[in-house]
């Protein structure tokens, strides 16, 4: 290949960065566009099932339910979507590794998603060990992205008024691991073989939750093995899964 | 005496929402579209604000810079700024939270109840 080739596909590639660039601006601001009304949407239906807005009759309030636990479906995919356009970049980027306190993300995240779980009447219970745990070696956002889509989907996939149980421990071995157990549905024999496959969707996921991208396992498998971590889950049906991941500890020398 | 709550929130809708369902909660609450509006209130002395309710999205001047400025001054140096907004990166998070703010709540995630308990809980009510 001769230097003019080579300056031509610099060329071409500088073009594509940018315009993956621009194309992952007009989602992440269509997103809060969207989150905006969906937000608006969520509140008044709320208000309707409240009764704050008179007494409604019982069919108006089961259609009120329906239209809500859509929206709130509608608001499911706008964050998945926004995960799906942080990964694309994730790709593009360096991972920037730090000492994270993990206890502090679950904590974060408990909160973030209280909302969620209280619709569905189910009880989030971390059971946090009295002692200070190591800190992990990792990239705080991205290990975010990866306990926040477990913990959505384990809220997502479990019966109402189920459990979630989330734990972290040293395995003896350098890793801290971290569990979510659900209360769930189970995951079927083909999806034990398949479910971290991009695109794919577990028929039981599918039975329960019409619509998702299939994309967030995919990308979390990723993001944790890009660590030097490991992602694995054990499943029965009907009775609930558990996911595990590990991630290296953060020992000073390693930045 | 009623406490008073400052929503600061450039959608009227959204806005009129969220006050009506804090009057309702039995909170005197202020209200502002942008930054001129916020600081009309949040300088007067006769408004002894109790609590400010932040979204982050504003015309030219931004929510950041609104709570840089709230932080800048004296008086305002402890009072709860909860950020109420539909941006939910980590760096947004921790640019926040990095100028003081009690909690960082996306607006889509959580319905107006809950909001008002997370206010209850820093003001009571």
């Given at each position: 290949m001769d230097e003019n080739e080579i300056k031509n596909l610099q060329e071409e590639n500088d073009k594509l960065k940018q315009s993956l660039s621009v194309k992952s601006d007009i989602v992440s601001i269509s997103a809060h566009q969207i989150r905006t009304s969906l937000s608006a949407l969520k509140w008044i239906i709320k208000m309707f099932l409240d009764g704050d807005l008179g007494k409604a009759t019982p069919e108006q309030e089961n259609l009120m339910r329906k239209a809500y636990e859509g929206n709130d479906r509608a608001i499911g995919i706008v964050n998945e979507l926004l995960l799906a356009n942080k990964t694309e970049n994730t790709t593009e980027k360096k991972y920037v590794f730090e000492s994270v306190d993990m206890a502090e993300i679950i904590e974060h995240s408990i909160f973030d998603f209280s909302g969620e779980a209280y619709n569905k009447g189910i009880e989030i219970i971390f059971l946090k060990p009295e002692e200070k745990m190591p800190a992990l070696r990792a990239d705080k956002e991205k290990i975010r992205v990866v306990f926040q889509n477990i913990l959505e989907n384990a809220i997502k996939y479990s019966n109402d008024h189920g459990k979630v149980f989330i734990t972290i421990r040293k395995d003896g071995d350098g890793f801290m691991e971290i569990s979510v157990k659900d209360t769930g549905i189970g995951i079927s024999e083909d999806g034990k073989k398949k479910l971290f496959e991009k695109f794919y969707r577990d028929p039981e996921a599918q039975k329960k939750e019409?619509?998702?991208?299939?994309?967030g396992l995919f990308t979390i498998k990723k993001i944790v093995e890009d660590h030097g971590g490991k992602i694995w889950f054990e499943s029965e049906k009907e009775a609930g899964t558990t996911f595990f991941f590990k991630i290296p500890e953060f020992k000073q020398a390693q930045i | 005496m009623a406490k008073i709550i400052l929503i600061i929130e450039d959608d009227n809708f959204l806005q009129g929402l969220e006050a009506t369902k804090l009057k309702k909660e039995g909170y005197d609450v202020l209200a502002a579209g942008n930054s001129v509006e916020a600081f009309k209130i949040i300088d007067d002395p006769k408004n002894k604000l109790d609590l400010i309710l932040l979204d982050l999205l504003?015309?030219?001047?931004d929510g950041f810079m609104i709570l840089e400025r709230i932080r800048q001054n004296k008086e305002f140096l402890t009072i709860p700024v909860i950020v109420f907004s539909n941006l939910s990166e980590e760096k947004d998070i921790k640019r926040a939270q990095k100028l003081g703010i009690s909690e960082f709540m996306v607006k889509s995630n959580f319905t107006l109840d809950e909001l008002a308990t997370k206010i209850k809980g820093l003001i009571g009510s």
């Open positions: 019409i619509i998702g991208s299939g994309i | 504003l015309p030219e001047v």
